[in-house]
Nanobody
């Protein structure tokens, strides 16, 4: 069984930058696609983007140009760098092995105006 652990969340001011990490362990293969999601308070979880098998990434239109997904296969970690953050980006951020039931526990990101 693979496990994912997110870290790096915390309070950030609007316009700021924050990088989240998703560290994988257990029965995890570096070719796994990792997806990032955000769940705003009282709302549904929404897909933000995902790393791709060729080392690239794909993004939701709402974050394209501001968020960057990268991976360091040597340490089985995928990153979500978020820039020009807005108050509406507030939420709990999760990573997932795409297409599986394996999720991290989430990390809170409040963005103050």
């Amino acid at each position: 069984q693979a496990q994912l652990v997110e870290s790096g969340g915390g309070l950030v001011q609007a316009g700021g930058t924050l990088t989240l990490s998703c560290a994988a362990s257990g029965r995890y293969e570096s070719v796994n696609v990792i997806a990032w999601y955000r769940q705003p308070p009282g709302k549904e979880r929404e897909w933000l983007g995902a790393s791709t098998r060729d080392g690239g990434a794909t993004y939701a239109d709402s974050v394209k140009g501001r968020f960057t997904i990268s991976r360091d296969s040597a340490v089985n970690t995928v990153y979500l760098q978020m820039s020009r953050l807005k108050p509406e980006n507030t939420g709990v951020y999760y990573c997932q092995i795409a297409g599986s039931h394996v999720w991290g526990q989430g990390t809170q990101v409040p963005v103050s105006s």
